[in-house]
């Protein structure tokens, strides 16, 4: 099984786990497969796929024509029961598409979970020609700059932790793939305030990001991004870390206000 749920206790549901793997091996680059092809890709025997597969296809998050299998949009209530449980989510999509519509850029929420980040809001620019992320997109942190942020703002220990049982992906020519390396970045994203991607992630797309301030934590990263045609780094520097600071602050003071169950009456963003 998928190395997430491997050596789980006997108390723990063995059935849930698998079928929790099922749903999360679709993706993509596999957003249909046979029967084997699920028991390959989450380490399980043909039979106990057999098993999971025939129950999610009972409760509606799993289809099948002919031999193949794919997702269900009742698979979305996964993810929506997670965002929606989360205070910011309503407030804050509204706010990147502000902070779209005044920049021209893209514009996401990201968290860290694991090894990788995932995106809970995301704003995308009328001119990008093709977007590679949506909410619920998970890419390695260390190919991110809402991800070095985040890995930036972990205690020492913590940071030590992550990188010992995290392998670099260098997913681009650009990425880094050495620990020693990422720990410089990351002290230069400490000293700088802000975290950069060029082309770690995909070719041709850069990105910026801010820490996202919510009393002494840094729990989530704002980021913006544009393609590399339109915008040298030095510019997006310039021209939207003082932006995306300004909003970081603004979403911040919101998510401080609901948890306290007051009204901030501020217009952020006036164009």
């Known amino acids: 099984m998928s190395t997430r749920y491997a050596g789980l206790h ?13 749903i999360e091996a679709f993706g993509p680059d ?14 399980v025997t043909p039979g106990s796929a057999h098993r999971v597969l025939r129950t999610l296809l009972h409760l509606g998050y799993v289809g099948q024509e002919g031999q193949q299998f794919s997702l269900r949009p009742r698979a979305l209530m996964l993810g929506y029961a997670y965002l929606s449980s989360q205070p910011f989510t309503a407030v804050v999509q509204p706010m990147l ?8 850029e893209s514009c996401s929420l990201a968290l860290l979970d694991g090894a990788d980040v995932v995106y809970v809001g995301r704003a995308a ?17 260390h190919t991110t700059s809402v991800g070095k942020v985040l890995l930036a703002a972990l205690p020492e ?25 990422l720990r410089a970045a990351l002290r230069e994203v400490r000293a700088q305030g802000f975290g950069v991607n060029d ?27 544009s393609e590399v045609s339109r915008m040298e780094m030095g510019e997006m520097t310039e021209r939207l870390v003082p932006v995306l600071r ?17 009204s901030l009456g501020i217009a952020f963003w006036r164009g």
């Open 10 to 22: 006997d108390d723990l549901l063995q059935s849930l786990a698998k079928g929790l793997a099922v």
């Open 30 to 43: 596999t957003p249909r497969m046979t029967l084997s092809e699920v028991a390959r890709r989450i380490g």
């Open 97 to 104: 598409s502000a902070l779209t519509e005044r920049t021209g």
């Open 125 to 141: 620019s009328k001119r990008l020609r093709r977007d590679y992320v949506s909410v619920g997109s998970r890419i390695p942190a």
């Open 157 to 181: 220990p913590e940071l030590d932790a992550w990188l010992a049982r995290t392998s670099l992906q260098r997913v681009t020519p650009h990425a880094i793939a050495d620990a020693e390396v």
């Open 199 to 225: 082309q770690e992630t995909i070719m041709g797309i850069r990105s910026i990001a801010v820490p996202l301030p919510f009393g002494d934590r840094v729990e989530a990263s704002l980021g913006m991004s």
């Open 246 to 262: 300004e909003a970081a602050v603004a979403i911040g003071a919101t998510m401080a206000a609901r948890e306290r169950g007051e």
